[in-house]
Nanobody
Framework: QVQLVESGEGSVKAGGSLRLSCTAS????????MGWFRQAPGKEREFVAA????????YYADSVKGRLTISRDNAKNTVYLQMNSLKPEDTAVYYC????????????????WGQGTQVTVSS
């Protein structure tokens, strides 16, 4: 079993920045690609960003390109989501997830999920 614990939730004004962290238990963090997903009120959960096992490649939803950056530190078993130039539309519960094998942007294929953390961006 892999446990994913998120931190960094909070409120920020439009244009501000916030960093989310997700720390995994166990010894196999580097075996997993990692992703961030979010769910806004009244909307389906959607893909935000993902990073490969080594951190060599990253993937982003069009809506966050240039503003949000995913990174990982395998020595710390941690994946980050740096959120800059935040917009009210970014308000959502954010989830980190771990993928052993599968399509990196496909929510249904992820194996483990964090507890979710609330991000609120005001106008």
């Amino acid at each position: 079993q892999v446990q994913l614990v998120e931190s960094g939730e909070g409120s920020v004004k439009a244009g501000g920045s916030l960093r989310l962290s997700c720390t995994a238990s166990g010894r196999t963090f580097s075996d997993y690609a990692m992703g961030w997903f979010r769910q806004a009120p009244g909307k389906e959960r959607e893909f935000v960003a993902a990073i490969t096992r080594t951190g060599r490649s990253t993937y982003y939803a069009d809506s966050v390109k240039g503003r949000l950056t995913i990174s990982r530190d395998n020595a710390k078993n941690t994946v980050y989501l740096q959120m800059n130039s935040l917009k009210p539309e970014d308000t959502a519960v954010y989830y980190c997830a771990a993928l052993l094998r599968g399509t990196i942007q496909s929510m249904a294929e992820y194996d483990y999920w964090g507890q979710g953390t609330q991000v609120t961006v005001s106008s």
